[in-house]
């Protein structure tokens, strides 16, 4: 798998842990407030605790809405997260130090990034976290001389450090599972690529063989049976020419199916108007919208995949209109099938292909290990719309 889409997987991992962060964060600061209501120990400091709490809630719900609307960088899985010590750290010491109900809130620190596929950043967190722990008890031991630091600061500690450890493996081991299946798909899409490949070579080959062979014999029985009419017509040299015309434009037509000479010759742009007209010149109107693409590993499959949808489109649909579209677009190659036709229920594809019609989810599966998305919109008696993107 390339580096670049390997790293694109791990950043939408990253983006998908720092949105339920923030998710379940607020419901945290709620648990925080009515907590905050329950401390009746010395050095209490409502007012402070209070705004402390309103200004981390505010932000909160901010950075909640910034991660749902805006697409953030790698730094996002850290951002907040400082917040969220400081913030920690300033209630506890607000609520009254170490004997304040908020304590466990440290505990949960770690374990919130340990989901964001970054070891460092959780070691990180965790030990700021063991650190903070200490900090509240320094400040609350100097406040009052009797506190002190019992035991059991010591074995808390000791638990945040062990927290802090496990998180770290616990995040360690998911980017190794992560890494794993990256390459086990990377493996995947090198063999159906390479059996795509040879199908590709067997299909040119054939292709080749019966241009060559059985097309060539039947043009030159045409050819004979053509001159022995102009000197001895009669209707079963007629029959015949017809029959041979036929079978040579049933040929033509098997030769351009499995190998397509206008694509290997002119390109994909000049394959798609063909098959476009093609498809017109059977009771359905097709619209073409085509951009000059170049992109020579793919314009097969692209092309594979148009005939698939048009195809389908003239023999189900029973359309009037179809749209083919195909565009550059944000750095992905998009083509796009779209017909008035009766459309479908979109739960009868995984049924068709259970019962052996796999000519659509074959190429779906295709595009999806090319690197592209295949999105299908459909309702009965609404049409259909088909977006294929491939990456460029």
């Given at each position: 798998m390339p580096h670049d889409e390997r790293t694109g997987i791990l950043r939408r991992h990253t983006r998908e842990a720092v949105?339920?962060?923030?998710?379940?964060?607020?419901?945290?600061?709620?648990?925080?407030?009515?907590l905050g209501?329950?401390?009746?120990?010395?050095?209490?400091?409502?007012?402070?605790?209070?705004?402390?709490?309103?200004?981390?809630?505010?932000?909160?719900?901010i950075w909640?809405?910034?991660v749902f609307t805006v697409d953030l960088g790698p730094w996002s899985g850290w951002t907040f997260t400082v917040v969220d010590v400081v913030a920690v750290v300033s209630l506890c010491v607000a609520s009254g130090g170490a004997t304040a109900l908020l304590l466990p809130v440290f505990f949960l620190l770690p374990i919130s990034v340990a989901f964001q596929y970054r070891p460092g950043l959780t070691a990180v967190v965790g030990l700021c976290t063991a650190v903070g722990y200490q900090i509240v008890w320094v400040v609350y031991s100097k406040r009052d001389d009797t506190v002190g630091f019992p035991d059991e600061v010591y074995l808390y500690f000791g638990f945040l450090l062990w927290l802090a450890a496990a998180t770290t493996a616990l995040s360690y081991v998911l980017v190794r599972r992560s890494a794993t299946v990256?390459?086990?798909?990377?493996?995947?899409?090198r063999l159906v690529a390479e059996s795509m490949n040879a199908e590709q070579r067997e299909r040119r080959q054939l292709a080749e063989h019966l241009h060559d062979g059985p097309l060539q014999s039947v043009l030159v029985a045409r050819?004979?049976?053509?001159?022995?009419?102009?000197?001895?017509?009669?209707v079963i040299l007629d029959a015949a020419e017809t029959t041979l015309r036929d079978a040579a434009s049933q040929l033509r037509s098997t030769v351009t199916t499995l190998h397509p000479q206008v694509l290997a010759q002119l390109g994909l742009t000049a394959a798609l108007r063909e098959l476009a007209d093609f498809h017109s010149r059977r009771d359905v109107e097709v619209t073409t919208h085509i951009e000059e693409v170049v992109h020579p590993e793919g314009e097969e499959l692209i092309y594979q995949v148009a005939r698939e949808l048009l195809t389908n489109v003239t023999k189900h649909a029973g359309a009037t209109a179809v749209d083919l579209d195909l565009a550059?677009?944000?750095?992905?190659?998009?083509?796009?099938?779209?017909?008035?036709?009766?459309?479908?229920?979109?739960?009868?594809?995984?049924?068709?292909?259970?019962?052996?019609?796999?000519?659509?989810a074959s190429h779906l599966v295709r595009v999806e290990n090319a690197g592209g998305t295949f999105d299908i919109t459909s309702t009965p008696g609404a049409g259909t719309t088909v977006v294929a993107s491939f990456p460029t």
């Open positions: 949105r339920a962060t923030a998710v379940l964060r607020l419901p945290l600061v709620g648990l925080m407030a009515l209501t329950a401390v009746q120990v010395s050095h209490w400091q409502p007012f402070v605790f209070t705004v402390l709490l309103i200004v981390y809630g505010v932000l909160s719900l909640l809405v910034v990256a390459a086990l798909l990377d493996i995947r899409r050819m004979d049976v053509e001159e022995v009419r102009e000197t001895h017509p009669n550059v677009t944000d750095g992905r190659i998009v083509l796009t099938v779209a017909d008035d036709g009766g459309g479908f229920d979109l739960s009868v594809v995984s049924e068709r292909v259970a019962q052996g019609h796999i000519g659509l």
